[in-house]
């Protein structure tokens, strides 16, 4: 120590500049002492001259104390940074997000000014065809009065001029020279006065504009609406008793509430919901979500099998509070089902449960193999073919192949809904929750598939229909995006048409004149467009009655331009005019030949026989074109599970997506 003092004279500098540094565990409040021991109470370092000032209280070695506070720092920064990966999927996200809703403000404001330049033309076009209707009117009518007045003028004028020529004569001496003259005025005048000249108005002058404004100037102040929600997914929150247990066959119904970010209630509707009920294998079934546009919407379904199962409620596709949740399916006993005789007549009014995929492994109503336990049909040769052998069970075409599993790879299926088949040798299927169509070859070879997921232009979120228009071009039906794509052979992105008039679009089919028809599951409606999306008519709506439609799922068209709908929760299929008129129902709800427990996929042949995919019954049913039930397509020897939809191959076979197996099935098929 003494050989660190200085003398007095020492300067400050000198002193600074030749003090040791203080070690790096020297006690703040002692100078040149060494802290060994800690504090925990005051949490400070302590040398031996502190121990009186913190006698009472609890010390550890310094040593120890900054060993746990180091492994202390470490955990926290561990927790923080693990942080990291959530923070980075987070902002990705919702960078995704800002950036579908920066594409779709551009997109709606396309169609916004599409719509408008649209009325402007069509206000251009009323105002032609008023101005000439005007001028053709006042043309009839002019031409009609201008030639009663030159008839009257040349009346006039002859009989002026007749009396001045007798005015004159008889002004003059009377004499056997002028008698001639007199004896001809007389005569001219006897005819001017029998002269049928028209002296009342053969025409009027009313010509009117009716033009009224009011109503249209209300239509447009209130032409149309950006509809949007609050609602986030992760605070809203769904109840009742279909979130943890149902019965097989019965509805089942879950109350969804949505709720903005601070967790208010969100008063409007119009949310994008969706809802699946689903296996570890796949899922099962979709169901219908009821808009109540306040903010709360229903979901109900029916289960056609017992088990556990999970019920996912997913809001802007991300899972509500407690989604997934835990399903149990139980199955009633028969004299419960007696003792409650309005459980059919609820079943078909309550439950518009929309079938996604499944399997129906247990169920007894779709686990029949066609044929099995009904009465046997006689069948047509005629239309379909050359009789074989007389047996009882249903046309013996077999399964030629399949294709699928489920997976998100080429090959592989999630939910696959519609099918279509093109003249040059090519099968496409609607993969829904792969977000993408996937093409193949008629011997079921991969080529191709296309499709990115998203909720702007040239995006698929959830296609559910596809169809191949004569252009080349292919069509597809987007549920969730409530509109139609078109896209080339090569599935680059063209068009969509649509939007803003679809609710829920299904099944997509091209006419003879090229059209596209638009099924609307949700609007139960029937839309015909031209393929630059300018609407040509629409007809149906919801209910029961012959020109409505409960759910109604897929389209074909037939050589006479007859639109062929299956209606869902109505089990039967119609035919109408382009028009929207009627031509012919057939089916009703049931197990026996020629009737449904809900159709969905169909097709036409070149005989005009229908083809028609029985969903809830698992088969395939053919009739003829007067909806006369004529036979099964075989299928027991590996049995569809929630069919949805058919085609027609170009080589003559019947082309099934069978979503309850994640695979397509292509069987041979008799014309």
């Not at 015909?528 to 609407?535: A, D, E, V």
């Amino acid at each position: 120590m003494e050989a660190h003092q200085h003398s007095p004279d020492s300067s400050s500098e000198e002193c600074t500049v030749l003090e040791a540094p203080p070690g790096k565990n020297a006690c703040p409040q002692h100078a040149g002492k060494v802290a060994d021991l800690y504090c925990s109470a005051c949490e400070c370092g302590l040398c031996e001259d502190c121990l009186s000032e913190h006698e009472e209280h609890p010390k550890v070695a310094l040593s120890q104390a900054l060993e746990q506070h180091r492994s202390s720092l470490q955990e926290k920064l561990g927790t923080v940074q693990n942080r990291l990966p959530q923070i980075s999927d987070t902002l990705s996200f919702v960078k995704e997000i800002l950036q579908q809703l920066t594409n779709q403000r551009a997109s709606i404001e396309e169609d916004i000014q599409s719509s408008f330049e649209d009325l402007h033309k069509q206000l251009d076009v009323r105002k032609s065809v008023l101005l000439m209707e005007l001028e053709v009117t006042y043309g009839l009518k002019q031409k009609v009065l201008q030639a009663q007045v030159d008839n009257l003028i040349r009346g006039e004028g002859d009989i002026t001029a007749t009396c001045t020529q007798s005015e004159e004569a008889l002004a003059g001496e009377a004499c056997v020279a002028s008698l001639q003259v007199e004896q001809e005025l007389q005569e001219r005048l006897g005819e001017l006065a029998c002269l049928g000249l028209p002296c009342q108005p053969e025409e009027n002058d009313q010509l009117d504009l009716v033009m009224e404004t009011d109503g249209l100037r209300k239509s447009i102040h209130n032409l149309g609406t950006i509809v949007t929600t609050s609602a986030v997914a992760s605070q809203s929150e769904a109840m009742g008793a279909g979130l943890e247990q149902c019965i097989v066959g019965h509805p089942a119904s879950v109350t969804i509430v949505t709720r903005d970010k601070s967790g208010g209630a969100c008063k409007s509707g119009n949310a994008i919901l969706s809802a699946e009920v689903f296996t570890p294998d796949g899922s099962i079934v979709d169901g219908e979500i009821v808009d109540h546009k306040n903010g709360t919407y229903e979901f109900v379904y029916i289960v056609p099998k017992e088990g556990d199962f999970s019920l996912a409620l997913r809001l802007y596709d991300q899972h509500i509070k407690g989604s997934p949740f835990k399903l149990t399916v139980s199955r009633v006993s028969e004299t419960e089902v007696e003792v409650s005789p309005s459980t059919t007549t609820a079943t078909n009014s309550a439950a518009y449960a929309t079938p996604s995929t499944g399997s129906s492994e247990g169920a007894k109503r779709r686990g029949k193999s066609p044929g099995q336990k009904k009465k046997g049909s006689k069948r047509a040769s005629s239309a379909l073919g050359t009789p074989r052998r007389k047996t009882q069970n249903p046309i013996e075409d077999d399964l030629i192949f399949r294709i699928g599993t489920k997976g998100r790879n080429k090959g592989e299926f999630t939910n696959l809904q519609g099918v279509a088949a093109s003249s040059s040798g090519r099968i496409l299927i609607a993969d829904s929750n792969n977000q993408c169509v996937q093409i193949f070859s008629n011997e079921g070879e991969f080529k191709s598939r296309f499709g990115v997921r998203g909720r702007s232009p040239g995006q698929l979120q959830r296609p559910t229909g596809v169809a191949v228009h004569p252009s080349g071009d292919i069509i597809i039906a987007d549920y969730d995006n409530k509109w139609v794509s078109i896209f080339s052979c090569e599935g680059k992105f063209k068009a969509k048409l649509g939007s803003g008039r679809l609710m829920g679009p299904k099944g997509v089919s091209v006419d003879q004149n090229g059209h596209v028809i638009v099924v609307d599951n949700k609007a139960c409606t029937v839309f015909i467009f031209q393929l630059t999306g300018k609407l040509i008519a629409k007809f149906g709506s919801r209910g029961n009655g012959d020109k409505q439609f409960a759910g109604p799922h897929f389209a074909a068209v037939n050589k006479n331009n007859e639109i062929i709908v299956t209606d869902f929760h109505n089990h039967s299929v119609k035919v109408f005019t382009p028009e929207g008129e009627l031509v012919l129902k057939f089916g009703s709800n049931g197990e026996g030949n020629g009737q449904f427990n809900a159709p969905t996929g169909v097709a036409v042949d070149i005989n005009g026989n229908i083809i028609v995919a029985d969903w809830g019954n698992s088969r395939i049913q053919v009739f003829d074109g007067s909806g006369s039930f004529l036979s099964y397509i075989n299928t027991s020897a590996d049995p569809l599970y929630g069919p949805q939809g058919l085609a027609l191959t170009s080589d003559g076979h019947v082309v099934v997506a069978d979503s309850g197996n994640h695979c397509f099935k292509v069987y041979r098929y008799l014309q």
